[in-house]
Structures are given as structure tokens and as C-alpha cells.
């Protein structure tokens, strides 16, 4: 297989102890964890290009990395779990290698596209994500469980009938198993303040709230101005947006009753994209995080 991609490790460096926190190509699952949680650097090898990853996406919301040292690593893990036990974890973490595997180029494409301000590739790359985590994400958050008729049980539940596909599945098993959560109960803030051109904000922003199905939590608008500028949205209600949105921009039919996005509209799908792509990995990050803890917990037991 041909490689493209490898890490640097600005932590934990040669002669420092846990050694298993440091930056390993076959242990997928610490490059994925490392990736979202904004302390690694990667290199292009082919372009010969080194990005700095800091922003910390399994953080709610995310923040920014402005300077980094091993006890980055341990954020939103319990206060109890130290990093001599993120290093044993680590050391035998070997659990559901072949998914983070497959995700953890998807995720490096997505965070770099982003950082080049390429937003609708950021937003492809992101789409893929949660494609490829839908049904996969449920099965591993299910079998931690040692009785298999808890687990059947939990797993029909997510299934409302038969013909229902896997984003569907994941909606329901996302609802039920983090409904109590504090950023499942939050709400996210879609602020088109970060496209600099004023006529794009107020076209995007309408292009936005006529494709959410149900009305946005809260949208206000900011003194002085005449247009609303930022949307907020439930943490589901995020996931039912991105997939009205790649449906309706990724699909040309027409005489049939979607209303799909059409180029004209959009004009520079590289800003219609830019407002939500940090969200996205954010979004995606805190699923991945709360599996991660799983496996972590499963692995000291």
C-alpha cells in the first residue's frame, strides 16, 4: 500500500516516559485520537508539507491547542484516569483497529482540505466520515456489554423497521445513548461571521435556514445589523442539516419534488461550506471520543 501521510510527535519525544503515547503509524487508534484532539503533526510526504494540527475537536465547542504538553492528552477523560493509564491503555489498545484504520485517512484529508480552505472537499471528506461510522460506531458502543440480551435488545430498538438505512439507525442509537450527555443537550452555533464578504452572509444564511426542515432553535441577529447571522441548532438537529445539505447540493435532479441546490446558487461552494466544516469535525469528534472511552474502559477492566 502506498503511504502519503506521516506523523510527527510534538509531546512526547524519544526520551520521555509513556512511550505508548507517542505518535505510532500501526497504532491507528492513538493517530486518531491524537488527530481530533489537535496534538499532532502531520506530513504530506509527496508535497513535502508539514501541518500542525491544534484545534482540539473533542473539546465542546472546540477550541484551539495555543500551546501543548502531555497533560493536553488526558482532557475529557475523567479526573481520575492518569497518564500512566493512557499509556497502559494505549500499550495493549488494539480494539477495533481495522475501523479507526479506516476513518484515519478520511479524517486527515478532511482536517488538511480544511486548513486549505478547500470547504467542500473538507465537506466531502466529512460526509465519508459519518457514512462510514454509522453503523459501525453502534455495534463497537453496544458490545461492551457482557450480556448478549442487553445488547440484541439495544441494538433492535435502534432499528425502527426494516427498511430503514444507516443513518437512520444512527440517528436513533445517537438519541438514546447520549441524550443525557451536556453537548448533546447543547446547541451549535452556525456564526456566518467567518465569510468576510457581507452579500455571501446574507445569501448563505438564507440558502441555510430554507433548507432546515424544522425551525433553528434560536437565530439572532447582531446590533446594528439588518440580517440575521448566526444560526443555532440542537446537536441532532445538526446531523438532519448535513445530510439535507450534501443531498441537496450533491444531487442535480430536477421536475421531481427536491429542491436541490443549484451552482448558481452557490457560486463559491468553498465559502457556502466554510461556516460549518469546524462544527462537522467537532460533531464527529465527540462520537468518536465517547468510543474511544469505551474501548478505554474495556481495555483496563
Known sequence: MIRRYTYQDPIFKVSTKNQNLRIESNNTILNVFRLISGTINCIDIYKNEIYKFRENYSNFPFTTN????????????????????????????????????????????????????NHLEAFFYLYRIIEGISYSIPLIYVSKH?????????????????????????KRFLTETFKNEDFFKSTIDIDFNVLDQADLRE???KIYLDKITSKPMNSKGLKGQTLNQEIKLSYIGFYDFIIILRNRFFHFTKGTWQDNLSTTEILFPDYFFKPIVNHGLNWLSLIIFEIIKVDFEKGIK
Do not use: H, M
Open 203 to 205: 445569501a448563505y444564511y
Open 66 to 117: 495555543e500551546s501543548i504538553n502531555q497533560s493536553v492528552v488526558l482532557n475529557n477523560f475523567p479526573d481520575e484516569v492518569k497518564l500512566k493509564d493512557l499509556n497502559q491503555y494505549f500499550k495493549r489498545s488494539r480494539f477495533n483497529s481495522k475501523f479507526y484504520g479506516s476513518i484515519e485517512q478520511e479524517i486527515i484529508k478532511c482536517l488538511i482540505a480544511n486548513r486549505n480552505n
Open 146 to 170: 457482557k450480556n448478549y440480551d442487553k445488547t440484541y435488545k439495544q441494538l433492535q430498538s435502534f432499528f425502527s423497521n426494516e427498511q430503514d438505512g444507516e443513518l437512520a439507525f444512527f
